[in-house]
């Protein structure tokens, strides 16, 4: 058997099975849905491969529409809508049942020099003075509602190795804290260096926290714990600079705002040395059970 970083990469590697047609599979039928990272970096993974060599990703916007439904694949349809001198825009619908369950924009271009600047990155303890998944989830087991959230988390991040800067939601539950979580993450093992890769990986990890910062604002934990439900609604991230999804990545997120049953994440992903590589948006539903 292979490691969970073969497992993972496997996963987000769409099978064509016409010019511009894909299928997926997800990780396991035994969860209620698809996690949401998952179709959105195949659904890009699919739009960069009918894209010329020269081009790397530089933003996408995309929507999810249904609930994914984990026990069949999903089918991706690419639209090459444009093809210009520097810019190529893509749109993919996932499809399953015979219906739209995501749809993604995605524009990619080739290498330009232009001005340069970006905002600071902000301060953050050394990803190796933080403790792992495996080292913190256990202790958090009593919270939850589910027997299996810990395992299922520990399987969802075995690929990733992905450490909370502050107690994550389900560790500060009734205690309302500043809206903003930062972590850290990299891929457990090495990746070629194909650009598409990193990017696609990044977009799978940038689905797990996001809306995290939502939650500290009012001492929620999260489905785990029980305290709300919730779904992503839509996405978006901006490629800024070149990355490495294998090398330390500071996610800083944040929620500006709250409202209408739905919360707003917003986040800038920094390499180790600095530099700003990627913006992410996030908006979900998140409800109170009544």
Do not use: K
């Not at 996408?60 to 810019?87: C, E, K, M, N």
């Not at 500006?256 to 913006?279: E, N, W």
């Amino acid at each position: 058997m292979g490691s969970p970083l073969d497992g993972l990469l496997d996963l987000l590697d769409v099978e064509r099975i016409e010019r511009d047609i894909f299928r997926g599979r997800s990780r396991s039928a035994a969860v209620p849905r698809v996690f949401g990272g998952q179709v959105a970096a195949q659904a890009l993974a699919a739009a960069g491969r009918t894209v010329p060599d020269d081009r790397t990703a530089h933003s996408l916007h995309a929507y999810f529409l249904r609930q994914g439904d984990p026990g069949v694949p999903i089918v991706y349809t690419v639209d090459r809508v444009r093809d210009g001198r520097s810019f190529t825009t893509r749109q993919v619908a996932a499809v399953q049942h015979g219906r739209p369950v995501f749809q993604l924009t995605a524009s990619f271009q080739c290498h330009e020099e232009g001005l340069e600047h970006q905002s600071p990155m902000p301060d953050a303890p050394d990803p190796e003075s933080l403790p792992t998944a495996a080292e913190i989830l256990p202790s958090y087991a009593d919270r939850f509602t589910d027997p299996g959230a810990v395992d299922r988390l520990l399987e969802a991040r075995a690929a990733v190795d992905l450490r909370y800067v502050q107690p994550p939601p389900y560790g500060s539950v009734g205690e309302p804290r500043e809206p903003r979580s930062q972590v850290w993450f990299r891929a457990v093992g090495e990746l070629s260096d194909d650009p598409l890769l990193h990017a696609c990986l990044a977009a799978y990890v940038s689905d797990m926290t996001l809306l995290d910062s939502v939650l500290l604002a009012h001492g929620r934990g999260g489905w785990a714990v029980g305290d709300v439900v919730g779904a992503s609604l839509d996405h978006a991230m901006w490629f800024h600079r070149p990355f490495r999804a294998d090398e330390w990545l500071l996610y800083d997120q944040e929620s500006p705002s709250a409202s209408g049953g739905r919360g707003l994440g917003q986040a800038r992903i920094h390499t180790r040395d600095g530099r700003l590589a990627m913006t992410v948006i996030q908006e979900g539903v998140i409800r109170v059970p009544r």
